[in-house]
């Protein structure tokens, strides 16, 4: 959702603090009683408008799609977000009302040049008082540049062990160029290629475990097979070169397909180094068997498709459609 990935820099307390004197500094006026007051003026002006900006920035993130919605708790956190940007609406009215109480006591007479430097000692109490708010959004809009877009085509889901070469794949049959090299957990975020036909989605590995014990990288995979998945291509290494035996890999088959209940291909990879043959298998490194498994697996996921789709729409509803011949 391009949403998440166009959030705006936060500034630091520094940087903000510094950006509101620096342009109250450039106001002008007759008098010292106008120029404090156009200074005052100017500060609540350009606070009120930064803080709009970042706080309307951010979407309802109640509203989002499962998949969206559930990937920003896991990778930043909801309740966090929600709180930060509360601390930003209160900063926001305090900056206010110790600006009009200002600008009424010049008015009323009041030395302006004393009523204005407690005004911005109180407005920089106020703005330190949330650094750590701000730092903190700033570090969310990083993490959630990581969250892909998605679009609403037949999708499928990659899954197995660490380093059973699911990367390797998709970056044989796709658009994608996922890291890859031979040591678990080179993925530690959704990649998603495209062929003509399907999106296809490249997750980090998965242990044979449960999902308490899951970690926050593994969890990323476990929400596309819940919520995108229209069809899972499961690869698996009987040469257990990956780091896993052959038997927890296929305890962990057993675990998706009964998890999630989504038409699931199981293929052998590195077919160059084993005879395993009772499941289609692929080489990364001389081709064979690629073309095949992409055929079957895109059939699988456009028939899955076009029976019962999820449509992420641009409005942040999602809505599931059954379509019937």
């Known amino acids: ?25 450039r106001t002008t006026g007759g008098n010292l009683k106008d120029r404090t007051i156009n200074k005052l003026s100017t500060i609540s002006n350009v606070s009120k408008d930064y803080f709009k ?24 956190g909801i309740e966090d977000i929600k ?4 601390s930003l609406h209160w900063a926001d009215g305090m900056i206010q009302k110790i600006i009009n109480r200002a600008i009424a006591d010049v008015r009323k007479g ?47 889901v990659v899954a197995g062990s660490p380093n059973v070469g699911k990367s390797s794949f998709v970056a044989l049959v796709s658009t994608a160029k996922p ?34 014990k899951r970690s926050a ?26 780091g896993y035996t052959l ?18 291909l199981e293929v052998y990879s590195k077919s160059d180094l084993h005879s395993f043959r009772d499941r289609m298998a ?11 498994i992409l055929k079957e697996i895109t059939k699988i996921a456009k028939k899955n498709y076009s029976q019962t789709s999820t449509v992420i729409a641009d409005s942040g509803q999602t809505s599931t459609q059954e379509q019937h011949s």
């Open 1 to 25: 959702m391009e949403t998440l990935r166009k959030l705006p820099t936060v500034l630091t307390a520094e940087e903000l603090i510094d950006k509101l004197f620096r342009r109250a500094s």
């Open 53 to 76: 900006k970042v706080i309307e920035s951010h979407p309802s993130y109640e509203s989002l799609p499962s998949f969206y919605r559930e990937m920003v708790d896991l990778v930043v």
């Open 83 to 86: 709180k930060a940007l509360s």
């Open 110 to 156: 009041k030395n302006p040049l004393e009523v204005y430097r407690s005004a911005c000692g109180r407005i920089s109490s106020i703005i330190e008082d949330i650094d750590e708010e701000l730092r903190f959004l700033n570090e969310a809009k990083q993490k959630m540049r990581e969250i892909p877009s998605l679009r609403e085509m037949p999708t499928v």
């Open 179 to 212: 890291e890859i090299a031979e040591y678990p957990f080179t993925t530690q975020k959704i990649i998603v290629g495209y062929t003509p036909e399907i999106q296809i989605i490249d997750t980090p590995g998965i242990l044979d475990r449960p999902l308490e």
């Open 217 to 242: 990288i593994e969890k990323k995979a476990i929400l596309c097979l819940r919520n995108v998945a229209d069809a899972i291509l499961f690869i698996i290494d009987p040469t257990e070169t990956c």
């Open 247 to 264: 038997k927890s890999q296929l305890s962990l088959l057993e675990e998706i397909k009964r998890t999630f209940g989504k038409p699931t």
């Open 282 to 292: 692929f080489s990364a490194k001389n081709g064979e068997g690629v073309e095949e």
